[in-house]
């Protein structure tokens, strides 16, 4: 059984993760409510071409489109 405290702990460390992203990318793109578009579809686009499903087709397709 998970405890709590990892479910918190995990929790704590994407949000913190999705933080860090947050500052990388504002400088890349405007800051607008919208700026999550402008990562995610590159991202939607590297997976389908790597395979829905596949984590090493991902990484395959984005070293593709990079």
Same mark, same amino acid.
């Given at each position: 059984m998970i405890s709590e405290n990892c479910?918190?702990?995990v929790f704590g460390l994407g949000s913190a993760l999705a933080a860090v992203a947050g500052?990388?990318?504002?400088?890349?793109w405007s800051v607008k409510p919208t700026?999550?578009?402008d990562a995610i579809m590159p991202a939607f686009v590297v997976v !389908? %071409?790597?395979g829905i499903g596949s984590f090493w087709g991902? !990484? %395959?397709g984005g070293l593709m489109v990079g």
């Open positions: 479910v918190l702990l500052i990388i990318a504002a400088p890349l700026m999550g578009a !389908v %071409i790597g991902s !990484v %395959i």
